[in-house]
C-alpha cells in the first residue's frame, strides 16, 4: 500500500485550539463533564432496528475537515434463540435490538475532549450504535419463528450515516472509521465506502477486538450471507472474485486494500479476549488460549493478499479500551496506545506493536 503522509504541523496548534474548546465547554456551563455534547440525527427511511423501532445516531460537531466515524459494538445474533427481542432496555445477552439505552452522553476514554493526549479531540465524531445483530453488515428480513421477525438492517443503517457524512462534511480532509468490538467487523468495508464518497480524504481504520473473527466457509454462507444478507448487500468492489463461501471476514480488509490502495488500515486486539471472539468460537474452533495465534495468523494472510495492516497487539484478556481511562493508560513496549494512534492518524504509519509476554 503507498504510504500517505498526513501534515503534521498542526500538532503545534493542536494546543491552542483544545484550549478554546476547553473554554467553550466552561462558557456552556459544562465544565463538570468531559465528554462531547451530542445531537440526535434520525434518517429514516429504510433504516430501522432489530425489532423495528426507529434508527438514529449521534453527531458531535467541531473540525468540519476533520471527522470520525465511531461504529460502536453491541453483539450480534443469528437465531430464534440469540435474536430474542428480551430485556428491558433494547437489549438482550446476546444484542442490542433497539437503541433504547445506547446514546453516547459524555462518555470518558477518546470522547473526553479536555485531554491534551486525545488525538481526536478537535475532531467532528458521528456515533453509529448496532440495534440489528449483524454487524452492521445486513439487510434482510428473518423471521426466526411465528412470533419472532428480524430486521437485520445494519447495512441499512451504516450507509445512511455515511451518506449524512458526505452531505455535512463534503470538505473533509481526513476521516477515521472507527470499529469498536463486533462494530469492527464491518470497518474496513465503512472505510471503502467513505473513500468512494470523499475520494480527496485521507481515510484511516482502526478495527478493535475481531481480530479472530473466522474465514469459515459455513459461517460466511450460512450467516453472513443466509441469516444476515450482508454478501448480497455489498458494493461490486467489496465481493469482487469471491464466492459467498469464500467472503469471510479477514478478507474484507484485503478486498479494501484492493479497492482502494490509499487506505490506512490498522487494528487493536488484546491478545486473550475471550469476549471479542465469543460469538464466533464454533466457528474459529479454538479454546481461548489459541485466540492469539488466530489473531496473527488472520493478520498474516491479510497481508499476504498484499495489503498493509498495521496493528497494536496488547497483552492479557482485557476487553473494553475506547470508553474507559485505560485508552490513555495502556501502553506496550514502550509505546502508548493513544501515541501509536496520534502517529498513524497525523503522520506516517508507525510500527507495528506486539507484546512478548502476551499472557493470557
Known sequence: ??????????????????????????????????????????????????????FAFWEWRADPTRVVIFLNGGGVCWDA???????????????????????????????????????????????????????????????????????????VNGTAALAYLAENYPDATEVIVVGKTAGSVAAPIYGGLVADLLPDATVTVFGAQSGAWPDDQRFNADILEGQWGAYSAMPDWAVAGLGV?????????????????????????????????????????????DLLEIIDDNEATIEASGATLHSYTAPGADHQIFEPNKFYDLEVNGVRLVDWLDTLVTADPPADVHCDQCGP
Open 1 to 54: 500500500m503507498a504510504t500517505v503522509r498526513r501534515s503534521i504541523g498542526r500538532r503545534a496548534a493542536r494546543g491552542a485550539l483544545l484550549g478554546l474548546v476547553t473554554l467553550a465547554v466552561i462558557l456552556s456551563g459544562c465544565s463538570s463533564k468531559p465528554g462531547l455534547e451530542w445531537t440526535r440525527v434520525t434518517p429514516g427511511g429504510d433504516c430501522q432496528c432489530a425489532d423495528g423501532s426507529e
Open 81 to 155: 434463540a440469540t435474536c430474542a427481542l428480551t430485556g428491558d432496555h433494547g437489549e438482550s445477552d446476546f444484542y442490542d435490538w433497539s437503541i433504547q439505552g445506547t446514546e453516547p452522553e459524555n462518555r470518558s476514554g477518546m470522547f473526553d475532549i479536555t485531554r491534551g493526549d486525545n488525538p481526536f479531540s478537535e475532531y467532528s465524531f458521528i456515533y453509529v450504535s448496532s440495534c440489528t445483530g449483524d454487524a452492521h453488515l445486513g439487510n434482510v428480513t428473518q423471521d426466526y419463528s411465528s412470533s419472532l421477525t428480524v430486521e437485520h438492517r445494519g447495512y
Open 245 to 289: 463461501r469464500e467472503w469471510g471476514v479477514p478478507r474484507f480488509w484485503s478486498q479494501a486494500a484492493r479497492h482502494d490502495p490509499r487506505l490506512v488500515l490498522a487494528r487493536f486486539d488484546f491478545a486473550f479476549d475471550p469476549q471479542a471472539a465469543s460469538e464466533v468460537t464454533r466457528w474459529i474452533g479454538a479454546e481461548d488460549s
